[in-house]
């Protein structure tokens, strides 16, 4: 196997991302409203100064918790195994933890340190491609990049943008990057994939059957909708909604294109402590490979160590990874 200089010597520049940029702006912001607030409380409350500040700083944690509480609600029906108010007190501390990696530091400001590679690797075996979620770009999944640089496996990947947009406008971007770690091995890529990226690869699989992959690995992806979809009035969140049209559709393209063992080379991770998609089977496709996490929240699912572990298995041993998907 080729060293990690030589697999990513050369690399193809990372595409730009408007999210990146709107991120930036909006951290700035929060950081000058909370010195403006505390300037102009504290002479007057000190302690008005200091909750307001943290507020404005640390906000999305209040929201985490929200979030929290109503999968705790909602996925007391589910079939899936139950998490305790205890778990999810834990989960909610796992997702705080890392949205200040991910959407303060990764996705805003280190979001092209690791470019894709570019340069065809020999003896590579097979090429990853990484799908971002809903409102994230590529610094989502560095991670996985430098884990992949270390082992000398090439990847490429997306930023799905606008991020506001329709799912079905993100094909050509899809295409794009499946074309592009083709090229690097000669040999069909696995598909990673996070939250709204599984139904972007779906959905172009189904558009694209004659393109072959090696397998698609889902985490905490809403292939049946998730309950916070319904709240949602971006095109993307709506298309998200449980039993919407768009996912009905999206089965039925998938059913026409391959009628049996529809999902046979999906992987599909899942967990009760996820907090954005919920009830927790909606993550789930049926005759897929569906594996379960306890208690981890949706962020931090995709960089649990068994995740990782077991998804990147995948490229080293065909006895342990879903069938080829080829043209029906």
């Known amino acids: 196997m080729q060293s990690q200089a030589d697999t990513h010597a050369a690399s193809v520049p990372a595409p730009r991302s408007r999210l990146a940029r709107l991120q930036q702006v909006l951290l700035l912001a929060a950081v000058v409203f909370a010195c403006v607030w505390v300037f102009a409380w504290w002479p007057?409350?000190?302690?008005?100064?200091?909750?307001?500040?943290?507020?404005?700083?640390?906000?999305?944690?209040?929201?985490?918790?929200?979030?929290?509480?109503?999968?705790?609600?909602?996925?007391?029906?589910?079939?899936?195994?139950?998490?305790?108010?205890?778990?999810?007190?834990?989960?909610?501390?796992?997702?705080?933890?890392?949205?200040?990696?991910?959407?303060?530091?990764?996705?805003?400001?280190?979001?092209a340190r690791l470019p894709d590679t570019n340069k065809p690797v020999a003896g590579a075996g097979r090429a990853v491609v990484f799908v971002h979620g809903f409102v994230c770009n590529r610094g989502f999944w560095l991670p996985w990049m430098a884990r992949l640089r270390r082992q000398g496996v090439p990847y490429t990947s997306v930023?799905?943008?606008p991020v506001f947009g329709d799912i079905d406008e993100y094909m050509p971007l899809l295409s794009d990057a499946v074309q592009r770690a083709h090229a690097l091995t000669g040999q069909a890529p696995l598909l990673v994939c996070h939250s709204m990226g599984?139904?972007?690869?779906?959905?172009?699989?189904?558009?694209?059957?004659?393109?072959?992959v090696h397998g698609m690995v889902t985490i905490g992806s809403p292939h049946r909708g998730t309950w916070l979809g319904r709240f949602s009035q971006a095109a993307n969140g709506r298309q998200m909604r449980v039993e919407g049209d768009w996912l009905r559709a999206l089965f039925a393209r998938e059913a026409q294109t391959k009628p049996t063992q529809t999902y046979d080379h999906f992987v599909c991770w899942y967990s009760n402590g996820d907090n954005i998609v919920f009830p927790a089977s909606t993550a789930t496709l049926p005759g897929a490979d569906n594996r379960h996490v306890h208690g981890v929240p949706h962020v931090a699912l995709a960089f649990h160590p068994r995740v990782m572990d077991e998804s990147l298995a995948m490229l080293a041993s065909a006895g342990n990874s879903p069938s080829e998907r080829t043209a029906s």
């Open 198 to 212: 599984g139904l972007v690869a779906r959905a172009w699989a189904a558009a694209n059957p004659e393109v072959p």
């Open 44 to 111: 007057r409350s000190p302690t008005v100064a200091v909750i307001g500040a943290v507020l404005s700083l640390a906000g999305f944690a209040v929201m985490l918790a929200l979030e929290g509480v109503l999968a705790l609600w909602v996925n007391r029906t589910d079939p899936g195994p139950p998490l305790s108010w205890g778990g999810m007190v834990a989960a909610w501390g796992q997702e705080v933890r890392m949205a200040l990696k991910v959407f303060f530091w990764r996705q805003p400001f280190r979001w």
């Open 159 to 161: 930023n799905l943008e």
